[in-house]
């Protein structure tokens, strides 16, 4: 056997000279970066955020003259409009493609952020990022840019990008989950196209439907996405949070008689029955003629009769002895009661509330502070219906974000 006689040494560095090559080739590469322009990192949650134009101070003030005029004389500047879609998970698990509207202050400093979760829609136009002129981002959403805040509307799954979806009517985790990927995607928006204009500072709020998907978010907030955000403060108006005391409330006792009262009871029946894979037809819930023409119209139906006149009395029973084990579950999964928020928070509720009675903020209240929670406050609203109470809790809401900076 023929032995080498090069140096060991020499030997060794010819075998490995390539890749000691490519190792300094890459350092030079690096340190040959602009300093100023770092690397980005790929974006996890902004699909894409384009821009739908402006509002002028003057043009924003004409808005909120047509329906908040108290609110007009505290108008600050105009605002840049933007629909962002971005990653969610839907009910399921499966990454899908959701999308929000965004108003971003027109001036020099750094704003606040503002999550306002909007209350139940039942058409695609009055969704935010439709852009559509009346709908609640267009008129509530542009007077919060106008304040000085950077809003972020999220429109839900079934509505806007996700619209071929239904929309998982008042599900805690969806709407929490679909709330908090909007906020990350517009944190990435802004951190790559202005990055100057955000303080850093969130705070959240919503009504109605927007009440009860602002709680869910603010419970995933502080407890699933610790550090993420600097949440300064929470205001929820009128929101189903103790969905088994309503649902047995509901099944026991006379309502209003509206039929658009009843849409939104039929609604969170029809949302759990097939998010939770109970699969029954309508016909396990209603009574005829009610469960026919709901199995055809679901939500959409309109009938003018106190909401437990339209169940079977085999299911209110089962409900009332614990039977109903299954469906009471699935309600009971989505109840808001038994934490302890972390966060200054404010819940707003009138007396009079005919859609979503008052105990659901009063008992969310006293459950809050029977474990422990020392920052959370009962905004009641004496003689106030579930219309007549949206001013004072807008108008509380501002004064109260005021006071936590």
Request: with cysteine; hydrophobic share 40%.
């Amino acid at each position: 056997m023929k032995i080498s006689n090069k140096p060991v040494q020499f030997y060794l560095i010819g075998k490995i000279y390539p890749f000691l090559l490519l190792i300094a080739v890459f350092q030079f590469l690096s340190s040959c970066r602009d300093g100023n322009d770092p690397v980005q990192e790929p974006d996890r949650y902004l699909v894409s955020a384009t821009a739908m134009g402006e509002l002028d101070k003057q043009q924003v003030v004409q808005k909120v003259n047509q329906i908040y005029p108290s609110l007009a004389a505290i108008v600050q500047n105009g605002v840049r409009l933007y629909r962002v879609v971005y990653k969610t998970v839907n009910v399921d698990g499966a990454e899908i493609e959701a999308s929000g509207a965004v108003a971003v202050p027109i001036g020099e400093k750094s704003y606040p952020m503002i999550s306002v979760q909007h209350g139940t829609i039942m058409d695609d136009a009055s969704a935010p990022s439709s852009f559509t002129e009346g709908n609640d981002f267009m008129n509530f959403g542009s007077l919060v840019g106008a304040l000085g805040y950077i809003a972020v509307f999220p429109d839900y799954i079934g509505y806007g990008a996700s619209a071929a979806f239904p929309h998982p009517y008042e599900h805690r985790a969806s709407l929490g989950s679909a709330s908090l990927d909007m906020l990350r995607a517009v944190k990435e928006f802004l951190k790559k196209e202005q990055a100057q204009v955000w303080n850093k500072k969130l705070y959240i709020s919503g009504y109605s439907e927007g009440g009860y998907a602002t709680l869910s978010l603010q419970k995933m907030l502080e407890e699933n996405a610790k550090g993420e955000f600097d949440l300064k403060a929470s205001t929820c108006g009128a929101g189903a949070y103790n969905k088994t005391m309503f649902m047995k409330h509901l099944i026991n006792n006379e309502s209003s008689r509206k039929a658009s009262n009843n849409r939104s009871y039929i609604w969170v029946l029809l949302s759990y029955n097939a998010i939770y894979r109970l699969d029954q037809p309508a016909s396990y819930f209603f009574r005829e003629p009610y469960a026919g023409q709901i199995e055809k119209e679901k939500q959409y139906v309109s009938i003018d009769k106190s909401f437990n006149e339209l169940l079977r009395p085999d299911f209110v029973d089962r409900i009332n002895n614990g039977s109903e084990k299954a469906f009471m579950d699935a309600v009971s999964d989505n109840d808001l009661i038994d934490w302890k928020p972390l966060t200054p928070t404010q819940l707003y509720h009138g007396t009079s509330d005919d859609l979503v009675f008052y105990f659901n903020s009063e008992t969310a209240y006293q459950a809050m502070k029977a474990k422990g929670a020392t920052q959370v406050e009962l905004k009641t609203l004496p003689g106030k219906d579930h219309g007549t109470a949206i001013e004072q809790y807008l108008i509380g809401t501002l004064s109260f974000f005021s006071t936590k900076q």
